[in-house]
């Protein structure tokens, strides 16, 4: 049988904004030694400003800025990757999804579609090589989506995207509740991953990662704490379901996050705000010293 103060600690958790599924889930929030974040809607709100625009195609106005926005906005009109909703508001027309045909979204590096009978390719540079375009080497600060139009590059639009007001303090929290260890995995850029994870006082940083890069990174890092504790990870994307499944426990973003996250996590956030995450070990480990 399950003891009362379980049912008092999750239900503590909830009023707090925190989903807690089930009673060993609250045991092993107890136990959490490590903890791996995904970056982009997780501790960065995955809200992006288009920064600036650059087209290549000198040669060929026909590629303006604004068609390379309109073009970027239209491939991504379907997509629910933060990158692409806001590519799509900062183009900020209603787009005519009749114009496009052939989509297709690759996790972790971008989307691809025909528009107007051209096939148009948006994301990192990983896509632009996977299709045989050579983007530029840009040496700016950002999240950079580069964009080809008929297998031609055309252009990038840098965004940047912002840590979450409470990412800091939440893993200064961490530490103070025995945390040992905080990593952060990524799809994103070198640079982008080094600046964000220093920001915040995280430990150990990996960038470029694909979807099923992350999962491999994540069962490393169980192998090397086996013994100490309980390895978390906390994440918000599509692409994060499989990582939040191989977690000892998986943690949800709620509010922005994907269904596919929030059915696979164990503990979702409410409101997204990573400061819960210390607050429902604490509560965690509250009820489980009752229980002992
Ligand atoms: P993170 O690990 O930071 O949450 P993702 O794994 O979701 O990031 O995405 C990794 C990278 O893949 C992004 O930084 C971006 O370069 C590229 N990417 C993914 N989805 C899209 C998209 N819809 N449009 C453009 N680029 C994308
Ligand atoms: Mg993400």
């Given at each position: 049988?399950i003891?009362?103060?379980?049912?008092?600690?999750i239900?503590?958790?909830?009023?707090?904004?925190?989903?807690?599924?089930?009673?060993?889930?609250?045991?092993?929030?107890?136990?959490?030694?490590?903890?791996?974040?995904?970056?982009?809607?997780?501790?960065?709100?995955?809200?992006?400003?288009?920064?600036?625009?650059?087209?290549?195609n000198?040669?060929?106005?026909?590629?303006?800025?604004?068609?390379?926005?309109?073009?970027a906005?239209?491939v991504?009109?379907?997509?629910?990757?933060?990158?692409?909703?806001?590519?799509?508001?900062?183009?900020?027309?209603?787009?005519?999804?009749?114009?496009?045909?052939?989509?297709?979204?690759?996790?972790?590096?971008?989307?691809?579609?025909?528009?107007?009978?051209?096939?148009?390719?948006?994301?990192?540079?990983?896509?632009?090589?996977?299709?045989?375009?050579?983007?530029?080497?840009?040496?700016?600060?950002?999240t950079?989506?580069?964009?080809?139009?008929?297998?031609?590059?055309?252009?990038?639009?840098?965004?940047g995207d912002?840590?979450?007001?409470?990412?800091?303090?939440?893993?200064?929290?961490?530490?103070?509740?025995?945390?040992?260890?905080?990593?952060?995995?990524?799809?994103?850029?070198?640079?982008?991953?080094?600046?964000?994870?220093?920001?915040?006082?995280?430990?150990?940083?990996?960038?470029?990662?694909?979807?099923?890069?992350?999962?491999?990174?994540?069962?490393?890092?169980?192998?090397?704490?086996?013994?100490?504790?309980?390895?978390?990870?906390?994440?918000?994307?599509?692409?994060?379901?499989p990582?939040?499944?191989?977690?000892?426990?998986?943690?949800?973003?709620?509010?922005?996050?994907?269904?596919?996250?929030?059915?696979?996590?164990?503990?979702?956030?409410?409101?997204?705000?990573?400061?819960?995450?210390?607050?429902?070990?604490?509560?965690?480990?509250?009820?489980?010293?009752?229980?002992?």
């Amino acid at each position: 049988s399950i003891p009362l103060s379980f049912f008092a600690g999750i239900g503590g958790a909830s009023r707090e904004g925190v989903l807690v599924k089930g009673s060993n889930v609250l045991e092993t929030l107890s136990k959490v030694r490590t903890v791996v974040f995904d970056k982009t809607g997780t501790m960065t709100q995955g809200v992006f400003e288009v920064n600036a625009f650059h087209d290549h195609n000198d040669m060929d106005i026909e590629y303006s800025k604004t068609r390379l926005l309109e073009y970027a906005a239209i491939v991504e009109s379907s997509s629910s990757h933060p990158i692409g909703k806001s590519l799509l508001r900062a183009y900020g027309h209603n787009v005519d999804h009749s114009r496009m045909s052939n989509l297709r979204e690759i996790g972790g590096l971008g989307v691809t579609a025909v528009i107007d009978g051209k096939t148009v390719a948006a994301g990192n540079e990983k896509l632009m090589k996977s299709i045989g375009v050579t983007p530029c080497h840009c040496h700016t600060a950002g999240t950079i989506v580069h964009i080809a139009i008929d297998g031609e590059y055309s252009g990038h639009i840098v965004l940047g995207d912002v840590v979450k007001p409470t990412s800091a303090e939440a893993v200064a929290d961490l530490r103070k509740s025995g945390v040992a260890q905080t990593v952060m995995l990524t799809g994103d850029t070198h640079a982008v991953a080094v600046q964000t994870a220093e920001k915040l006082g995280i430990d150990k940083v990996y960038s470029d990662l694909l979807p099923a890069d992350k999962v491999a990174r994540l069962e490393t890092i169980l192998k090397v704490s086996e013994g100490d504790g309980k390895v978390a990870f906390v994440g918000d994307g599509i692409n994060d379901a499989p990582v939040l499944s191989r977690a000892d426990l998986g943690i949800a973003m709620g509010a922005m996050g994907s269904d596919a996250a929030i059915e696979a996590a164990d503990v979702v956030l409410m409101d997204d705000d990573p400061m819960k995450i210390g607050k429902a070990i604490r509560i965690s480990r509250r009820c489980l010293r009752i229980v002992w």
